[in-house]
């Protein structure tokens, strides 16, 4: 999936506004874009549709750069998207800090 995102990217795609509603993203600067990666990275995940990913792509450095991103997101992913991104990001649950959080907090729990 996304194979051609190198081709797609020189389309020059922008994130829906739909999907960062609470944002003025007329006013985002490329500094804006970063600080907020992972909020934007994860919102394309839970809710953008393909020319969001482009996007992503387009902002972060690729499905790599996404990648990275993916792995530091804190949230937790409904069971839905974190099959998608383990699938299409070749990540193992274990990669991601949201599932590492969740397992410290039952390991805490349970002791």
């Not at 389309?11 to 609470?22: A, G, M, T």
């Not at 804190?74 to 991104?85: G, L, N, P, V, W």
């Amino acid at each position: 999936m996304f194979q051609d995102w190198k081709e797609r990217i020189k389309e020059n795609p922008q994130v829906s506004k739909v999907l960062l509603w609470d944002v003025d993203t007329a006013k985002m600067t490329d500094e804006n874009w970063q600080k907020m990666k992972r909020f934007v990275v994860q919102r394309v995940i839970e809710l953008g549709e393909e020319s969001d990913f482009y996007a992503i792509f387009r902002l972060y450095g690729g499905p790599e750069g996404v990648r990275e991103i993916i792995k530091q997101i804190r949230s937790k992913f409904s069971t839905i998207d974190e099959a998608f991104i383990r699938t299409v990001f070749n990540l193992k649950k274990e990669d991601l800090i949201c599932y590492e959080r969740k397992r410290l907090r039952e390991l805490h729990l349970n002791s």
